[in-house]
């Protein structure tokens, strides 16, 4: 039989080790509560900031789609603006072609002579005006030959201009561009 006696002096009584596992258990549970606390904290901290951040991110998405109405606005306005400017381009151009006409037509000494009868230019209006100049209103009036660009009969004026006038027939308008 082995000898059981030494064994009793080193053990410990029960109670003694229970106390000591309930205290190393007690150390444990305040330990892991205080670890756990910390990480709680943390977490506190990071809601915090997450909950920051997410309102921050609200403001700025308000902010952005406000923006965007706004290029969306000045992009349509904008259109708007190159279309008028391209009409009033056309307009413009056009203008500019008839300022030219008119001063084109403004150089020109136009006179009209009424009362020629039809058919006696014999197809040839020019040289009948150029001739016919001279003898209305006397060659010595004219330093140099008389020279007429163009000549054209017109159409016939109304009734109450030709009862006005005594014109019976179309007239002539003669053109010559000033220098």
């Known amino acids: ?25 007690g150390e444990w549970q305040k330990f892991s509560e205080k670890i756990l606390g910390s990480i709680n904290k943390r977490f506190d901290l990071l809601d ?27 992009e ?20 500019l072609i008839k300022i030219d006409e008119l001063e084109g037509r403004s150089r020109c000494n136009n006179i009209k002579i009424v009362g020629i009868p039809e058919g006696e230019e014999r197809g040839r209006p020019t040289e009948y005006i150029t001739d016919l100049l001279p003898k209305l209103l006397g060659a010595s009036n004219f330093g140099k030959p008389v020279t007429v660009d163009q000549a054209h009969r017109i159409c016939c004026p109304n009734q109450k201009r030709v009862r006005d006038h005594g014109a019976s027939s179309p007239g002539f308008t003669s053109t010559r561009r000033k220098n």
């Open 1 to 25: 039989m082995p000898d059981t006696r030494g064994q009793v002096k080193n053990a410990k009584p029960a109670t003694a080790v229970a106390d000591q596992e309930m205290e190393a258990l």
């Open 76 to 95: 349509q306005r904008i259109d708007e603006l190159e279309s008028r400017v391209a009409d009033m381009k056309k307009t413009n151009d056009k203008l």
């Open 48 to 74: 915090g900031k997450i909950e920051t951040l997410m309102s921050i991110q609200q403001i700025l998405s308000e902010r952005l789609d406000a923006a965007d109405e706004q290029f969306s606005d000045h």
